[in-house]
């Protein structure tokens, strides 16, 4: 191409090789149409200014895989094009597993932070998604909409080093997930990832938020004990009851899961043993800093009970925290987390009660 022009390509996706040959593909389009260009990763609009300072000239390759709430702002509010890519979240999982080192667990709760964050930018005006759906494509055809997407009045067969530095000059009908085998050989990362229980938990609490990336709004959500974590003897994964005995003190907290925005109603389903003395629980529901709502009720002596708290999420990127605490010394008891049950109040008003003891 004999003019050099700059262009903004924004692309926002779960951490995933799909996502990573879709950025790989816009800095090698920019490399071929712009005289300059620079690569953006950012979170919030902090990096996003701070970055920006930085910049050269030419175009702008920007990625965000978990956006903070007053960045997908700026996006929805001035209707910038974006491609919004996602591939299926065990599979985004794995991939985080795998490149960064993390356990599934941890791995989950950074995939639903992307999840969730991500759907908020399903309204916006302009934009172009990419998923599993596009595996079978031709990949040159699928960067051709791309091109046509960004604005670019250019061919593939035109920006020879795209094809070159995509491995498709000599195979033209290399479709994407041959492409994405040929360009990272470890990225179906599910595949190969040994199972165990807590991969297993993890697998089961994202199938219940496929839907969020497909323009649908789950209803109810199911956390297994093991999204949450105990103090003691160390602070570690839930993995069974924990012994009330000594002071006053938190006995389940820590980072869960994230949530989508709206209204929820948590359930949480507790069993009790061997309280003879009683005790009072105190619960509450809260992200970064702000505490959303509190329950306490005093526990039985055995048996297994719930309890409902209702609160509200406005910026998913925040992971929420249910924290399970008893407010007086303990000699003798034994409290066990069964079951969190998470549902959104607006489209499934379950009704919410006292704490009551199973029958």
């Avoid at 869960?256 to 009790?272: D, H, M, N």
Wanted: aromatic content about 10%; hydrophobic content about 45%.
């Amino acid at each position: 191409m004999s003019e050099k022009r700059s262009y903004l390509m924004s692309v926002f996706g779960t951490p995933s090789a799909l996502t990573r040959w879709i950025i790989n593909v816009s800095v090698a389009i920019a490399r071929e149409v712009s005289a300059d260009h620079t690569f953006i990763a950012a979170a919030s609009l902090d990096d996003l200014r701070n970055s920006w300072a930085a910049k050269k000239s030419g175009s702008i390759i920007f990625h965000s895989d978990s956006p903070r709430e007053e960045l997908r702002r700026i996006f929805l509010k001035n209707n910038y094009p974006l491609v919004l890519v996602s591939e299926p979240l065990w599979r985004v999982a794995c991939y985080c597993i795998t490149t960064r080192q993390l356990d599934p667990i941890l791995a989950a709760r950074i995939t639903t932070q992307s999840a969730c964050t991500l759907s908020t930018l399903q309204d916006c005006a302009f934009i172009f998604r990419v998923s599993e759906a596009n595996y079978p494509d031709r990949a040159v055809d699928l960067i051709e909409q791309l091109l046509n997407f960004y604005g670019i009045e250019a061919s593939v067969s035109s920006l020879p080093g795209l094809l070159a530095e995509m491995r498709l000059a000599d195979r033209p009908d290399m479709s994407v997930e041959e492409s994405l085998s040929l360009l990272f050989p470890d990225y179906n990362h599910d595949a190969q990832y040994p199972r165990s229980s807590l991969a297993e938990d993890a697998r089961f609490v994202l199938s219940q938020y496929e839907p969020l990336l497909r323009d649908l709004a789950p209803v109810e959500f199911i956390w297994p004990p093991t999204v949450c974590f105990k103090f003691e003897p160390e602070i570690a994964y839930l993995d069974g009851s924990v012994e009330m005995v000594g002071a006053a003190r938190i006995l389940i907290g820590g980072h869960s899961l994230c949530l989508p925005q709206g209204r929820w109603r948590a359930r949480v389903f507790v069993e009790i043993s061997e309280n003879l003395s009683g005790n009072r629980l105190r619960s509450d529901v809260f992200a970064e800093d702000q505490v959303f709502a509190t329950v306490t009720a005093v526990l039985p002596k055995s048996g297994l009970f719930y309890y409902d708290i209702d609160f509200e999420c406005q910026d998913p990127f925040y992971p929420i925290i249910i924290q399970l605490a008893i407010t007086e010394g303990a000699i003798e008891g034994w409290l066990t987390l069964r079951e969190i049950s998470i549902v959104n109040v607006d489209l499934y008003p379950r009704k919410s009660g006292r704490p009551v003891q199973a029958a």
